[in-house]
């Protein structure tokens, strides 16, 4: 599969999604394999909003690995990269001696990594599950292994595996100590819920306070509620929302959506020292979309919120270009601060009087940045255009115009 | 015991002390008695600073129970209230048949109830405690009654039962359907840990957006987590609490302290709706209180949250000059709003530049209206001085000046 880009580096770029999860991963039963507590499920967004793009490049002209991230070279011998690295060339090297001896590639050879991310990485979502999606996925393809990639990339990042499939994805926590059976699997396909839609709410560029790799060990030695939430609460939660998800049934998915992050942060909170994620913007969403539901004696919104303040909304089409006037109306945005909505255009929409005096909250000016608009997509795949490449033939970085 | 003010008007006035709990009550299993889910334990506070004043008068000219609080006339029909009441007439007459059949007053007089706190209720501090303790106490010196009070306080607010006692007090959980063994005990006198020094650190004048009763309801119906923590953490937490207090082991008490109040909000957050109390300035007060012990690489200053944004800290005597100095530091006060610190007076002492370095927070100005510098004290007390009734001789409140 790998494309072949002057005589000696071959090449391919690949691009991998981000998830966001309805039921969260929170803990480790093996920091090593990264093994989790609960297992987890979550939603893989479109990559026309929010992708990373990967290319790889392999040749015997490489004195050794490499890897830059967003234009700046990084260390490649972090253990985490190195694991997903050895895996794959021992995988790769599998098949070889399996079915393939003469292989084209070396796998001695050396590899170059070019990763970017098409958003920025102070908008708090979760950029390591998508780039090691993509960098598992990518060496993948261009070493000509065809094994459970989810595997490989919880190696990388835990929840790294889900962004290996679209739509609708549950990371099962497995039993076996070697972590064999720690895979993701598709509950349901992208096409599956059309009409379900995501917003991101960009709340502030704040990086996160305690990384989410530190915090959830921490929550591990300490937090009583953690393991309760783990061994007790999930296991049926996780029943139910799968089958919310196939019966595409909004308002069991929403309320469990909910309830599974405020859970989450509870155990944060529980955590010693506490952890806190959610600030005073974060808690006027929450407020937000509970009145917004209520006024409607329905569940029309859900929240979720992962280690930062930014809240993803999922809803259904008809209620985007309502809701999305409303979070206007009480986050009113800098006049001149660009455009509120990116992603897939929002028609505008007029807020009823009975609905702004139903949510009834003081308006809060600039508390949220903009919104992306977003829907769910499909699992990573490969870019057909070689003039996408990120890595030149040379093998290093393409200046950017 | 009831003073005489008149030949028609029996007349009391008592005071009695707000408690702040280690151990924190969230939760009934039943709402008519005020049971709770797990027991409780608290510090009294010394009444120089905060305390109810509640004078309560009986007449045979009075035409109805009435009740005035903090000037104010107030329904006397409210289902707690009339508990209370009709408890502390119960016992009266109990004993009244027992022992005493020609008492002087009779019980089926009216009586007249007036209480004012000396301290806001905005400030967010559980006034309904001091005043149902207050209440309670004055009724039964009044009426005559001698038996255990805080199993009556306790059915006009379930953390009243607390401020029946001064020093440390345990509220036992019970195990009887009909409550008698719900009590309140002290576990130690207000002697015992001279040392022992109580901040309230004002947060904010807002209300609280969820009052505690509604909201311990929702919890009790919706975390799956409070149930956890009553039953599986609460109880050895609680023995702990007790050996720790008894031995004036301040590291093993401020962390257990703190480490419930995060179970308590953690708790609130797993509730649906969640219901939060800690604001961003309550969040800084708990990060500062960490980054100050890990500063001393020692556990010397305690945060507790109740059902509000504002914290009550625990520190030895030792300490106070330079913690008090240190939020001033972070939270720097308006320079004409009045003075920062009341209560007890805090020598001012000088902020080592390391320790400023190593709390390493942006400053918060006006984050902290004030601070109430305060100890551990005594439970209810009769004042002696009759010119200090806040009714008159005509059973109304007087005019205040």
Not at 129 to 154: F, H, I, K, T
Not at 167 to 174: P, T, Y
Not at 263 to 274: M, V, Y
Request: glycine content about 6%; proline content about 5%.
């Amino acid at each position: 599969m790998a494309k072949t880009c002057s005589e000696k580096v071959s090449m391919i770029t690949c691009t991998a999604p981000v998830n966001i999860a309805v039921i969260k991963y929170w803990g480790k039963r093996d920091e090593e394999l990264i093994l989790p507590i609960n297992s987890s499920l979550s939603v893989t967004l479109h990559q026309d909003q929010l992708k990373t793009t990967t290319t790889v490049a392999c040749s015997r002209n490489f004195q050794e690995d490499r890897i830059w991230l967003n234009g700046k070279e990084e260390d490649i011998n972090q253990p985490r990269l190195q694991s997903c690295l050895c895996e794959i060339r021992r995988l790769a090297r599998k098949r070889r001696n399996d079915e393939d001896p003469n292989a084209e590639i070396t796998l001695s050879h050396r590899v170059h990594i070019c990763s970017v991310n098409n958003f920025p990485t102070a908008a708090g979502l979760a950029s390591s599950a998508a780039g090691y999606a993509c960098l598992v996925y990518s060496l993948s393809r261009l070493l000509g292994v065809d094994a459970e990639l989810s595997v490989v990339a919880r190696q990388g990042s835990g929840s790294a595996c889900r962004s290996i499939y679209g739509g609708f994805v549950q990371w099962k926590m497995g039993e076996r100590q070697d972590g064999t059976d720690s895979v993701a699997e598709q509950v349901a396909p992208e096409t599956h819920w059309p009409e379900l839609r995501v917003l991101v709410l960009v709340v502030s560029a704040e990086r996160k306070h305690v990384g989410s790799t530190s915090g959830m060990q921490t929550s591990v030695q300490t937090s009583a509620l953690l393991k309760h939430r783990a061994d007790r609460v999930v296991p049926a939660r996780m029943d139910d929302m799968i089958r919310a998800v196939q019966g595409r049934d909004f308002a069991t998915f929403a309320e469990l959506t909910m309830k599974d992050s405020n859970q989450f942060h509870a155990t944060c909170l529980d955590t010693f020292p506490p952890i806190f994620y959610l600030n005073d913007i974060s808690r006027r969403v929450i407020n937000l979309v509970h009145r917004y539901n209520q006024h409607y004696t329905e569940t029309r919104v859900a929240y979720t919120f992962d280690a930062g303040p930014n809240a993803v909304i999922y809803l259904l089409q008809d209620h985007v270009a309502e809701f999305v006037q409303t979070v206007r109306h009480f986050f009113p945005p800098e006049s001149n601060g660009g455009e509120f909505v990116k992603g897939i255009p929002v028609f505008s929409a007029s807020l009823p009087d009975e609905l702004i005096r139903a949510v009834g909250m003081e308006p809060t000016p600039k508390g949220i940045s903009y919104i992306i608009n977003t829907k769910v997509g499909p699992g990573p795949c490969a870019v057909d255009d070689p003039t996408l490449h990120l890595l030149g033939a040379d093998g290093l970085p393409k200046k950017t115009p």
